[in-house]
């Protein structure tokens, strides 16, 4: 195994602040726009979640890698994220379930990355700054050279990037006789899929570009809006797809990107968030029921409060306790509803698994 000790990397983000480190994973160069994820578990399943597409990824947890990986704990085929910022890196590991090292599947699925940096001064940092643009590199020195490369990486507003990770053909799983869901795939994790067919559901997904009379011509009971990455406000298709959705009266659910796509179908705004949402232990309030629950949240845009305020036709439902941000709503004369995190979320928490319940109760309410 190589020794991802012995190789210098340098992290240099677009306001020019600059972190010297150890490299991890493959030798080469990377760019897309810096996040931090508070989640202290599930580093496997965080990177292979396509919302992660096209963003360097700071992990505020210090120890990453110590338990290896395993094949069972994925969201997607490979590793979605463009690069990855740790405190200490580890090469060994000692879990007895784990199949092998997380270097070696960074290494597998050409993932460069940058260990041995304080990053609790660079969360700080973007937390301060807002996100940005950032580039990692083990095999270029030059500041000057690292800097043109960075100038250009486009800005995450404004970018489609669900094409990239959206099915390439539509495919069924589940109960052969279940309530039919329509899963559109916008950058769909696998455990979203499992949560529908451990509650009994057939489900189709359809990549993100599938004409509506094709969708409905499976005649679902119910319609899934998956997460997904980059900028809903780019995606016009999709929401003028989805607004028709809306209007056949079929159940829908939307979760993260999907939420963001169903409220702009309705007419309300997406806003990008200055540093964006994105770890396992988010609180948010359900106002229906008066209960809280902890959330696994990763968006960097978010439904506009002030667009809400200003619709008739939409209710808000959850909200998050620590910035007051829109985390779910519900249509008030159609059969939809949806939120800004993660009720599926893998390896956990599963405070919020119940969505799922009572979005196959809607469905089989409806069909009656």
């Not at 490979?78 to 090292?101: E, H």
């Not at 997460?227 to 607004?243: C, H, Q, R, S, V």
């Not at 997406?270 to 540093?275: D, E, L, P, R």
């Amino acid at each position: 195994m190589p020794d991802s000790t012995t190789r210098n990397a340098i992290l240099l983000l677009e306001d020019g602040t600059r972190f010297n480190g150890k490299a991890i994973g493959k030798t080469g160069t990377t760019t897309g726009e810096i996040a931090f994820n508070t989640g202290m578990y599930g580093y496997q399943e965080i990177f292979t979640d396509p919302s992660y597409l096209g963003q360097v990824l700071v992990m505020a947890t210090a120890h990453i890698g110590n338990y290896g990986v395993n094949p069972n704990e994925v969201e997607s085929e490979n590793i979605k994220i463009s690069g990855l910022v740790v405190k200490k890196f580890s090469d060994i590991f000692s879990r007895p379930a784990a199949s092998g090292s997380l270097q070696e599947l960074l290494e597998r699925d050409g993932i460069t990355g940058i260990s041995d940096i304080d990053t609790r001064a660079l969360v700080r940092h973007i937390r301060e700054k807002g996100a940005m643009n950032c580039v990692i590199s083990s095999e270029i020195t030059d500041p000057v050279q690292l800097k043109a490369i960075l100038d250009g990486v486009p800005s995450m507003e404004g970018l489609e990037l669900s094409s990239r990770v959206s099915a390439i053909s539509a495919y069924e799983v589940g109960e052969e006789n279940g309530p039919r869901i329509a899963l559109i795939d916008f950058g769909v994790k696998r455990n979203i899929i499992r949560c529908l067919t451990e509650r009994g559901c057939r489900v189709k997904v359809f990549p993100m570009k599938t004409a509506f009379d094709d969708i409905m011509a499976w005649n679902p009971g119910g319609i899934m809006l998956s997460n997904g990455p980059g900028d809903p406000g780019a995606m016009k298709e999709e929401i003028t797809l989805i607004a028709k959705l809306v209007q056949t009266n079929t159940p829908i659910f939307g979760i993260c990107l999907g939420h963001q796509l169903l409220a702009l179908s309705q007419g309300l705004e997406t806003v990008k968030m200055f540093n964006g949402h994105r770890g396992v232990n988010h609180p948010v309030k359900n106002l229906l029921t008066g209960r809280c629950e902890i959330t696994s949240q990763n968006h960097g845009f978010v439904v506009s409060e002030e667009s809400l305020r200003k619709s008739e036709n939409i209710e808000l439902t959850h909200v998050h306790l620590n910035d007051a941000t829109v985390a779910g709503i519900r249509l008030r004369n159609k059969p939809a509803f949806s939120v800004q995190y993660h009720p599926e979320a893998s390896a956990g928490p599963h405070d919020s698994r119940y969505l799922f319940d009572e979005f196959v109760s809607m469905v089989a309410a409806h069909k009656n």
